[in-house]
């Protein structure tokens, strides 16, 4: 095969490697077959070559622990997509010096997948069908799961909390200098579009002649190794494995007689021809430690594609599994047959999604046509995947290609991904926690046959089965497993959006949801059993927190529960958080948790909540514990301030909710007995009234209370006038009179404009004021006007300009509103940038109209 060197051009392959192909096959009987991951092209070619040869045994890349799951893959009920996964954990040093463990929990688990067309599938069911002995020789899961460096999972993995890494990794190819010169020598966008011109376009007959097919095969993996030295392929645990993999290859050979077929990735077979002869038989197959923890489980074509992030073997496998079967079938043109057949799917796809850029039969009849032209241009046996992709951007994209194509670019994407999922039979085995999900999973109508991610739409407070279905979408979203997004609805959690009756998810099933189950099957039998678990150490965590009792925290915690499904617990949890509350000595937490309870009790059905008596008491003892730690925040400091004004307004609307909830249970709901004591107005008037008028208390607290005993009713305009003309008036500090004023507009922003003293005593303060000390208390200024509205600033900005003597025309022109821009405002406002502009020349400044310094 000619092949680019370099950019220079082409040339023929360096003697060593054209040597080595000599030696590929029936060197003592040992047929060595350089394969890529996923590639139906080099299914199809081994399945040649094991007809014909009818090996004595199949050797494979492959962690050699894993032996006990051969069978697996040769049982007739197992369905591709299906993958190994292995899982590992560790004990490493804590992060944290001062946590109470010095040690945590690490784990880490791989995947190893299997399609109709992977070429390791093919030699574990052919061989077998063949009556060959199957093993693995790669290095064991364990021995190698903790000798990569965690930044080199993530950039594999893509989610760090997926730790479910490929053991099928080709990123070599991709980095591969050669590759990427031969791909720009020959026109094609990538080494995939390459690969693909060169070797999955080539028909039946062609793949037939394994021998050629192979040699070539080796030729490119060989070529693009040149790129990695020795050190590095040493460091990324290359060499490692293929020491390893030559030492089994010596063990078969030294064991049985007749032909030993050798199926690795290309990237290692050339280390494997030079060094297997030499090589010391391994002793026994497996793991110093005994056998990986590894199962068989159900994979999908949405995590199989390398475009999702996954680092081995071909992407679209969608669109590959059509060609492997048409190859399979016999069919005499099997890409052009797959181009058109695509085609006509993913048309039919867009009309019946309403997609704003549908595809007409006649768009199809061109791209089809368009898709064989390009194949023929670019010397291809037919159209390959990027003869069809191109085809498809040529004649269905209308407008830019980077303008509004996004989704129709996702979903050409997801089209020839496939959303295919594969099945295992049931002596594969699963930990009971992946089985209940799984029961609970087709419950709640999750597919387990589909990756598609679909849209469940829940009545919370109508419909009981609806409930169950968010409780066990809730209890996923708790472990983090990945079956569901939460979308739309009323946040319990978050105490926003409780009007909503409704709730949305985005839920699909995925080989990583049963990864993630695997990782928590050490906590729990079932779904509820692990939620379990994980709530006692949150409750465990929070009986031990040192810096004292949350009551706010502990009922987050008891909604948590509630949305997770997990009822029976309610007792201990209402028992705690009763302990939390007696303890608890910070107002903000106090009246959090009594606007949560508010929350628990009126969506008490959706939650399960309604058989709880102790719910109500806590709502009855909530508002007497957040009174007596009222006066508390009243002397607080400058930076608490803020915070201490949110914590009265919160505790008032606290109280207004109180109240009408005691009244609705008082008019009989079917309820026995009351919610506690009645909400009484006047303890917590009588606080305000110390906070506006005693000392000491904050002024922005003096301003929020004075202004809360207006509006409440308790004081007339005339006590309020009385406050205020104390606080501006004559010897006020004029940081404390602005600390009052942002106290007063964060509390009722509309009193600047409903009392004249208040305006009028800003206005003298600031009339007194010096350049020096208005530019140092210009922005808490400014953040008290944001309060405002945009037509009560400009109210705001009539009324001042009058009391300094502006007349009735100036002050009407301040307070109207301009919605709209005329011609004569956008020339006016040229005009004064060209007058700004020659200040700033004038002034020395002409460097800043330019963006300099």
Known sequence: MAVAGTEDGVRSLPPGVEAARGRLFGEDEVFFVPVRHHSPACAFALRALLRELRPAAVLIEGPDDLGALLPLLGDERTRAPVAWLCHSTRQVPQDDPDADEKTRTESRSSFFPFCDYSPEWIAVREGAALGAQVALIDLPWRDKAWQRDDDERDEDAG???????????????????????????????????????????????ALADWRSFFRDVFSWCAMARLDYEPEVLEAELSLPRERHMAAHVRRWRDAVKGPIVVVTGGFHTPELLARWRDAKPSKAAGSKDGAAEAWLIRYSFERLDALNGYAAGMP???????????????DADPFAAVALDSLVRFARRTRAQDHADAVSTALVQAAAAQAMRLAALRGNAGPGRQDLLDAIRSCFVKGAIDEGTRGFTADLRQFLSGTRIGDVPPSAGSPPLIEDARRLARRAGVRLDDSTARVARLDLYRKPSHRERSRFFHAMAYLDAGLAAWLAGPDFIGNSRLNLLFEEWRAAWSPLVEARLIELAAEGASVEAVCMARLRKEEAALAAEGRGRSASAAVTLLLRACLIGLQPRLPQLLAMLSTHLDEDAALGSVVDCGHRLVTLWRAREPLGVQQHPQLRHLLGRVWPAALFLLPDIGPCGEDAEADAVKQLLSLRELGRLLDALQHEIAQGEGEDGGAGEAVDPGLLRAQFERFATGAPVAPGVAGAASALLYLDGHWDEHALDTVVRQRFGAGAEPREAVRFLNGVMAAAPELLLRLPALLEGLDGLVRGWDAEAFVAHLPDLRQAFTRL??????????????????????VAALQQMHYETTEEDLQQGALLQLALAECLRRDGLGAWLDGGP
């Not at 020598?185 to 999955?200: K, S």
């Not at 679209?316 to 016999?330: I, K, M, T």
């Not at 509205?789 to 100036?810: M, N, Y």
């Open 159 to 205: 989610d760090a909390r997926d730790a479910a890494r490929s053991l099928m990794e080709e990123r070599h190819f991709a980095h591969s200098r050669y590759l990427n010169a031969m791909a720009a020598q020959l026109g094609c966008v990538d080494h995939q579009e390459l690969w693909d011109r060169l070797f999955e376009l080539r028909g039946s007959a």
């Open 316 to 330: 679209s496998p969608g669109y590959y599994q059509q060609v492997w079967e048409r190859l399979d079938a016999g």
């Open 789 to 810: 509205k945009p037509q009560e600033t400009a109210d705001l900005a009539g009324r001042v300009a009058a009391l300094h003597g502006a007349d009735e025309a100036a």
